[in-house]
């Protein structure tokens, strides 16, 4: 889908207005187009049934799906019942100032001017970021309040050509996304099964060994940080794994998972509770196995290390 | 025949799992969505330079901001934080009590609609910015704070009601009255179940929060000490200002202490280095991402005599012979110590005696009884606000 300019102007008449239906014609025209865009192109990546969805209502309400794009976007914004100013527009403008790193008094010069942004664009980053927020939560309350109705797959592809095709190449549907059989909602209770016990920890050694080799360095390196208490977002471990948090947080989550899909496929005649138990045993031995595999100097990046010699200052 | 063993074990109930479950998803649609490119635009920086459509800067869009609602914090107050503070994602926070000395608990709203953990309230309300009140991230700022937001909204008396009964429950056990367990998230039986992912991000977000309780705290016990008046809310520095405490912090930041004597005879002894600046600086200078480890240090002898302070045994007292520094401290002078192995603020002293002694004013005997302690693993950042 092609990008959709906006002017400054059109943004600060919707910041002044409560919604975009009472700003000019221009001003709605842009707006909907730049932000009902963003959000149908969140969604076409995404679930074909929660796209559906919108299609429906656009239709029902005899609009385009743009507008109905839009609408989801200030649903999202609102905060109150009644008509108060949104503050969230006021942290919207707030947090684009900040993208030219220049004081407000300072006088430009030709150094400074790769450093300026002009307020349209920094608005449409930031706005970029909300509407990815704004989409999940949409998605969310659907999937909460949409009963499951009889049969109806819930994934049945749309058909998207052109410039309708979706811009991931694939359509991932929200029962796409792993169920959550690795919630280990289990917890062992039992005080005395000590053999039990033992026996089940033997087990998990033996297939956390057979699953190590098939980490990665950098599914060692989020597995011995997330035993160790850091955060997914700590910008140590950002630093040390070479990329983003979004990578950190999902590549723990991929990791957790297929130990937990492989062990439940594995003892699929198993009693549920107990394949749970071995899933986080067999997690726990894993992140020893991991630490092995972690340099000294990944470590003591990390603030791992033990007390040790150090003879530098930090 | 079973290949596990069987080991007797608790469960979450078929509501709890569905409870999960629906939170699991919008985890999942989370950071496939956090994953995703950014659309292609002129927003990208790189297009930014190179021939983007011509206008006013970024930053005059200040001009159209609301001012922050600094007159009247109160319980009940539902805030917006304002960016400077916390930049991520708009954060809401619900103030809950006021406590002494300026301080006020608040507790932030979740970014889904489903409670995640037995911390986390479900409000009813049908906004998505306070579906999920975050009990367990519950902290105490300094009113200072509060001031950089806008009041959107209240709580009902209600509602407060059951924000405490939520956070007595999760944080001293207190029975969770009926109606309200049924609105609370699952509980977490595993450190690998996402959830921990996702409280430890939460709580790392809210770090700017507990930095500002912390540096209340320390004036607040630094005057208690001293024994003076607690000092006036300073206000915070805004984002250029922060730009500018980044850019030119650098430049002011040290200068070389000789030492006479350095470590003579096997004596144990600290580093010290000159922060030409306040504490307040030197924080800011942190806090705008300033790091320890840029600064030049210097070789400098003290001796530090750690040991419990009789009254208060979690206290200790230390004192440093700062004698042999050249150019000499001065009377008065206040000194943060940071464990250079740690990367960790632990206590801060005042320089006394003319400039000959540094005592510890404030520091925990723990962070000093360390099996392995050494006197060469402190440094001491010696603050000099004046010329």
Same mark, same amino acid.
């Given at each position: 889908?092609?990008?959709?300019?906006?002017?400054?102007?059109?943004?600060?008449?919707?910041?002044?207005?409560?919604?975009?239906?009472?700003?000019?014609?221009?001003?709605?025209?842009?707006?909907?187009?730049?932000?009902?865009?963003?959000?149908?192109?969140?969604?076409?990546?995404?679930?074909?049934?929660?796209?559906?969805?919108?299609?429906?209502?656009?239709?029902?309400?005899?609009?385009?799906?743009?507008?109905?794009?839009?609408?989801?976007?200030?649903?999202?914004?609102?905060?109150?019942?009644?008509?108060?100013?949104?503050?969230?527009?006021?942290?919207?403008?707030?947090?684009?100032?900040?993208?030219?790193?220049?004081?407000?008094?300072?006088?430009?010069?030709?150094?400074?001017?790769?450093?300026?942004?002009? @307020?349209?664009?920094?608005?449409?980053? *930031?706005?970029?970021?909300?509407?990815?927020?704004? =989409? +999940? /939560?949409? &998605?969310?309350? !659907?999937?909460?309040?949409?009963?499951?109705?009889?049969?109806?797959?819930?994934?049945?592809?749309?058909?998207?050509?052109?410039?309708?095709?979706?811009?991931?190449?694939?359509?991932?549907?929200?029962?796409?996304?792993?169920?959550?059989?690795?919630?280990?909602?289990?917890?062992?209770?039992?005080?005395?099964?000590?053999?039990?016990?033992?026996?089940?920890?033997?087990?998990?050694?033996?297939?956390?060994?057979?699953?190590?080799?098939?980490?990665?360095?950098?599914?060692?390196?989020?597995?011995?940080?997330?035993?160790?208490?850091?955060?997914?977002?700590?910008?140590?471990?950002?630093? @040390?794994?070479?990329?983003?948090?979004? *990578?950190?947080?999902?590549?723990?989550?991929?990791? =957790? +998972? /297929?130990? &937990?899909?492989? !062990?439940?496929?594995?003892?699929?005649?198993?009693?549920?509770?107990?394949?749970?138990?071995?899933?986080?045993?067999?997690?726990?031995?894993?992140?020893?196995?991991?630490?092995?595999?972690?340099?000294?100097?990944?470590?003591?990046?990390?603030?791992?290390?033990?007390?040790?010699?150090?003879?530098?200052?930090? | 025949?079973?290949?596990?063993?069987?080991?007797?074990?608790?469960?979450?109930?078929?509501?709890?799992?569905?409870?999960?479950?629906?939170?699991?998803?919008?985890?999942?649609?989370?950071?496939?969505?956090?994953?995703?490119?950014?659309?292609?635009?002129?927003?990208?920086?790189?297009?930014?330079?190179?021939?983007?459509?011509?206008?006013?800067?970024?930053?005059?869009?200040?001009?159209?901001?609301?001012?922050?609602?600094?007159?009247?914090?109160?319980?009940?107050?539902?805030?917006?934080l304002?960016?400077?503070i916390i930049?991520?994602?708009?954060v809401?926070v619900?103030?809950?009590?006021?406590?002494?000395?300026?301080?006020?608990?608040v507790?932030p709203?979740?970014?889904?609609?489903?409670?995640?953990?037995?911390?986390?309230?479900?409000?009813?309300?049908?906004?998505?910015?306070?579906?999920?009140?975050?009990?367990?991230n519950?902290h105490s700022v300094?009113?200072?704070l509060?001031?950089?937001?806008?009041?959107?909204?209240?709580?009902?008396?209600?509602?407060?009601?059951?924000?405490?009964?939520?956070?007595?429950?999760?944080?001293?056990?207190?029975?969770?009255?009926?109606?309200?367990?049924?609105?609370?998230?699952?509980?977490?039986?595993?450190?690998?179940?996402?959830?921990?992912?996702?409280?430890?991000?939460?709580?790392?977000l809210m770090a700017p929060l507990a930095r500002a309780a912390?540096?209340?705290?320390?004036?607040?016990?630094?005057?208690?000490?001293?024994?003076?008046?607690?000092?006036?809310?300073?206000?915070?520095?805004?984002?250029?200002?922060?730009?500018?405490?980044?850019?030119?912090?650098?430049?002011?930041?040290?200068?070389?202490?000789?030492?006479?004597?350095?470590?003579?005879?096997?004596?144990?002894?600290?580093?010290?280095?000159?922060?030409?600046?306040?504490?307040?600086?030197?924080?800011?200078?942190?806090?705008?991402?300033?790091?320890?480890?840029?600064?030049?240090?210097?070789?400098?002898?003290?001796?530090?005599?750690?040991?419990?302070?009789?009254?208060?045994?979690?206290?200790?007292?230390?004192?440093?012979?700062?004698?042999?520094?050249?150019?000499?401290?001065?009377?008065?002078?206040?000194?943060?110590?940071?464990?250079?192995?740690?990367?960790?603020?632990?206590?801060?002293?005042?320089?006394?005696?003319?400039?000959?002694?540094?005592?510890?004013?404030?520091?925990?005997?723990?962070?000093?009884?360390?099996?392995?302690?050494?006197?060469?693993?402190?440094?001491?950042?010696?603050?000099?606000?004046?010329?």
């Amino acid at each position: 889908m092609a990008f959709v300019e906006t002017k400054l102007e059109h943004w600060i008449e919707w910041k002044q207005k409560c919604a975009v239906d009472l700003c000019l014609e221009e001003t709605r025209n842009a707006l909907m187009a730049y932000g009902g865009a963003q959000i149908l192109n969140r969604l076409k990546g995404w679930d074909s049934r929660i796209l559906q969805d919108l299609l429906d209502q656009a239709a029902k309400n005899a609009c385009l799906p743009i507008r109905e794009g839009w609408r989801i976007l200030e649903t999202f914004l609102h905060e109150t019942p009644n008509k108060s100013p949104i503050r969230h527009k006021d942290w919207l403008f707030a947090q684009a100032s900040k993208f030219s790193h220049l004081e407000p008094d300072s006088s430009l010069t030709a150094a400074d001017a790769n450093r300026i942004v002009p @307020a349209q664009v920094a608005l449409q980053k *930031v706005m970029a970021g909300v509407v990815k927020t704004a =989409v +999940r /939560r949409h &998605c969310e309350r !659907l999937l909460k309040e949409l009963p499951k109705t009889n049969g109806e797959s819930l994934d049945a592809p749309l058909s998207l050509d052109g410039d309708e095709a979706c811009t991931r190449g694939t359509v991932m549907a929200i029962e796409d996304f792993p169920d959550a059989d690795a919630v280990m909602g289990t917890k062992d209770v039992s005080p005395d099964d000590a053999a039990a016990r033992a026996e089940m920890r033997n087990l998990a050694l033996a297939e956390a060994k057979a699953l190590e080799p098939g980490l990665s360095d950098r599914e060692c390196l989020l597995l011995v940080a997330h035993d160790a208490g850091m955060a997914m977002s700590d910008p140590l471990l950002l630093e @040390a794994a070479g990329v983003k948090k979004s *990578v950190t947080s999902a590549g723990l989550n991929g990791l =957790v +998972r /297929r130990v &937990c899909q492989k !062990l439940a496929q594995q003892y699929s005649q198993e009693d549920p509770a107990d394949v749970r138990l071995l899933q986080k045993n067999t997690l726990e031995y894993l992140v020893q196995l991991a630490e092995q595999r972690i340099s000294p100097e990944i470590k003591a990046r990390l603030g791992l290390l033990p007390e040790g010699k150090d003879d530098e200052l930090f | 025949m079973s290949k596990l063993p069987h080991i007797r074990s608790q469960s979450l109930s078929p509501e709890e799992t569905a409870r999960v479950q629906r939170w699991q998803r919008a985890w999942r649609m989370h950071l496939d969505l956090q994953g995703q490119a950014e659309e292609p635009s002129s927003a990208d920086p790189a297009s930014a330079q190179t021939g983007c459509p011509a206008g006013e800067p970024a930053f005059r869009l200040q001009e159209w901001v609301a001012p922050y609602d600094q007159d009247s914090v109160a319980v009940g107050d539902i805030r917006l934080l304002s960016p400077e503070i916390i930049d991520e994602r708009a954060v809401y926070v619900a103030v809950l009590a006021e406590a002494e000395w300026g301080m006020w608990l608040v507790a932030p709203y979740g970014n889904f609609s489903e409670p995640c953990a037995p911390g986390e309230l479900e409000t009813g309300r049908k906004e998505a910015a306070f579906q999920v009140l975050c009990l367990w991230n519950l902290h105490s700022v300094p009113v200072e704070l509060l001031h950089r937001s806008w009041k959107v909204d209240s709580l009902t008396e209600q509602e407060l009601q059951e924000a405490k009964a939520v956070f007595q429950n999760v944080a001293a056990g207190r029975p969770l009255p009926e109606p309200l367990r049924a609105r609370v998230g699952s509980p977490i039986f595993s450190q690998f179940d996402d959830r921990v992912v996702y409280q430890r991000e939460e709580a790392a977000l809210m770090a700017p929060l507990a930095r500002a309780a912390q540096r209340r705290m320390e004036e607040v016990q630094l005057a208690w000490i001293l024994d003076i008046p607690i000092p006036a809310h300073n206000p915070r520095p805004t984002g250029p200002e922060i730009s500018r405490i980044r850019d030119n912090m650098a430049r002011k930041l040290t200068e070389e202490l000789t030492l006479a004597a350095a470590a003579a005879g096997g004596q144990p002894y600290s580093h010290v280095a000159l922060f030409k600046g306040s504490l307040q600086e030197l924080e800011d200078w942190l806090a705008a991402g300033g790091a320890l480890n840029r600064l030049k240090v210097f070789t400098a002898s003290a001796i530090v005599e750690p040991q419990p302070d009789q009254a208060k045994p979690s206290k200790c007292f230390a004192q440093w012979d700062l004698g042999a520094l050249s150019p000499a401290p001065a009377e008065g002078d206040l000194f943060a110590v940071f464990d250079r192995k740690a990367k960790r603020f632990i206590g801060q002293g005042r320089v006394a005696q003319g400039g000959q002694v540094g005592s510890l004013i404030e520091g925990a005997w723990e962070l000093f009884n360390r099996p392995a302690f050494r006197c060469q693993d402190l440094l001491l950042l010696l603050l000099r606000c004046g010329p």
